[in-house]
Nanobody
Framework: QVQLLESGGGTVESGGSLRLSCSFT????????MAWFRQSLGEERVAVMG????????YHSDSARGRFSLSQDNAKNMIYLQMNSLKPEDTGLYYC???????????????????WGQGTQVTVSS
């Protein structure tokens, strides 16, 4: 059973930064696709970034490009989402997700991920 646990959310002012963490247990990290999704109030979950092949390949959504980055600590089974230049529209509940495979055309599809964390709230004030 794959288990994911997010942390690091909070409230920041527009232009600020946050780093979200996701701990990953129950499966071999290097063989999975992992991604961060954001769900804003009243909206569907949208993919922010994905990482696969043990961290060798990363995918960005248009909103994340140039502002967000992913990193990993394989020894600790952790992935991190560094978010800079935050905007009010980045506000939402951020979920870590894991699935068996993904690519640049599929990492945005929530139905491909079979394990989800509880989410961590990010609020960006204007």
């Amino acid at each position: 059973q794959v288990q994911l646990l997010e942390s690091g959310g909070g409230t920041v002012e527009s232009g600020g930064s946050l780093r979200l963490s996701c701990s990953f247990t129950g499966h071999e990290y290097s063989r999975w696709c992992m991604a961060w999704f954001r769900q804003s109030l009243g909206e569907e979950r949208v993919a922010v970034m994905g990482i696969t092949n043990g961290g060798r390949t990363q995918y960005h959504s248009d909103s994340a490009r140039g502002r967000f980055s992913l990193s990993q600590d394989n020894a600790k089974n952790m992935i991190y989402l560094q978010m800079n230049s935050l905007k009010p529209e980045d506000t939402g509940l951020y979920y870590c997700a894991a699935g068996p495979s993904c690519n640049v055309g599929t990492f945005t599809q929530p139905e491909l991920y079979n394990s989800w964390g509880q989410g961590t709230q990010v609020t960006v004030s204007s």
